[in-house]
């Protein structure tokens, strides 16, 4: 019988994290972890991956929720195969928690030459927000480092500000040498979004994130219908169940690309049925961890390598905190791998080992 538990971690993050919702110090993560009650020395390890003011599930009572599935497990009166209606991060915990359990907690979630060490995925730089001259080391840094891609966070200082940053870079490199996204997090006004979309498309940007902020249909569908440059989805996609509701989501607003974040939209299978969807309309995607720790970012990691995407993906977070849980995955310059040689402390996890006690 399968038993299950709560662990939860505080984690700070190196810098603070700035977005257009505010700037987050820490993070507080809740981890799930799965074991046959025959022998509790072998888990699977999930994580709920909560954005705070973003995620569908950072509400209240998510604890509280939490705890009810738990002990539904523990009852056997839960089906590890169900999900749980608008509680994604719950849902991903599971599915990859059940995942690792069937490899015996090895982490192995999705295996492939990735984590056999022999190939490697391609990322892009993220350039937090900040002030200008910070965004800028920020920028000088990673172009060092050798990224062909680099994310600006835009949205939270003056916009002239940022357009001087994207002038800075494009007076280095041309579209041809460095590909630049850009992520307003709905920071634009509907009045204000397409004046704005012009004046960034003059620096040959790749696409901006979520222009205006989600749920205005008719404004975001006539906005990707003639903004000079291509938008993707973000913010939009959360809480769209099931498939059919997210088939008329594309069909109406038809954007040009979609960002997936499995820890906010559900899991893993969540996204590959937006990507089955995506597929339908000629819309394309690419995955983006979501400020998760190593347990997290790994199982997305590992997912995202099997899809075969050749564009950089959003999986540069690993570097977020000050302690995170050591783990085999490492960055590169431009590229994510999976060092096998390297092993998992999951010492955190057992420090009770006899107990499990949530």
């Known amino acids: 019988m399968i038993k299950a538990v709560i662990r939860h971690k505080d984690f700070i993050y190196r810098r603070p994290a700035t977005t257009s919702r505010g700037i987050y110090l820490t993070k507080k993560v809740f981890y799930i972890l799965l074991f046959h009650a025959e022998d509790p020395s072998i888990f699977g390890i999930g994580e709920c991956s909560l954005f705070p003011g973003l995620s569908m599930d950072d509400v209240p009572d998510f604890e509280k929720k939490l705890k009810e599935i738990i002990n539904l497990i523990n009852k056997g009166w839960f089906d590890l195969n169900n999900t749980v209606s608008s509680w994604p991060s719950i849902n991903f915990a599971l599915e990859t928690a059940v995942k690792d359990l069937e490899q015996r907690g090895s982490k192995i979630l999705y295996p492939s030459d990735f984590t056999l060490g022999k190939d490697s995925i391609l990322i892009n730089g993220l350039i937090w927000m900040d002030n200008r001259e910070d965004m800028k080391k920020q920028i000088k840094l990673k172009l060092k480092e050798g990224f062909h891609c680099l994310k600006l966070k835009i949205g939270a200082i003056d916009f002239a500000e940022e357009i ?28 204000e979004a397409l004046e704005k979309l012009k004046i960034l498309a003059d620096f040959e940007l790749h696409s901006i994130e979520q222009p205006i902020i989600p749920t205005q249909l008719e404004a975001m569908a006539s906005l990707c219908a003639i903004a000079p440059l291509p938008i993707a989805l973000d913010e939009e996609l959360l809480g769209k169940y099931p498939i059919e509701n997210r088939r008329k989501l594309l069909e109406i607003i038809k954007p040009q690309y979609i960002v997936l974040k499995p820890g906010l939209l559900g899991g893993i299978s969540a996204c590959e049925e937006w990507i089955k969807v995506a597929n339908e309309f000629d819309i394309g995607w690419w995955v983006t961890s979501a400020l998760e720790s190593n347990i997290g970012l790994n199982a997305i990691a590992q997912w995202t390598y099997t899809l075969k995407n050749p564009m950089p993906q959003g999986l540069s977070t690993g570097k977020l905190f000050e302690k995170n849980i050591s783990s085999p995955l490492a960055v590169n310059g431009e590229k994510l791998y999976y060092l096998p040689r390297k092993k998992w402390d999951t010492s955190f996890f057992t420090s009770n080992h006899t107990g499990y006690e949530n």
Do not use: H, M, P
Request: net charge neutral; no cysteine; charged share 30%.
């Open 164 to 191: 001087n940053l994207i002038k800075y870079i494009r007076s280095k490199f041309t579209e041809n040498d460095l590909e630049i996204r850009v992520d307003a997090n709905g920071a634009f006004s509907t009045n």
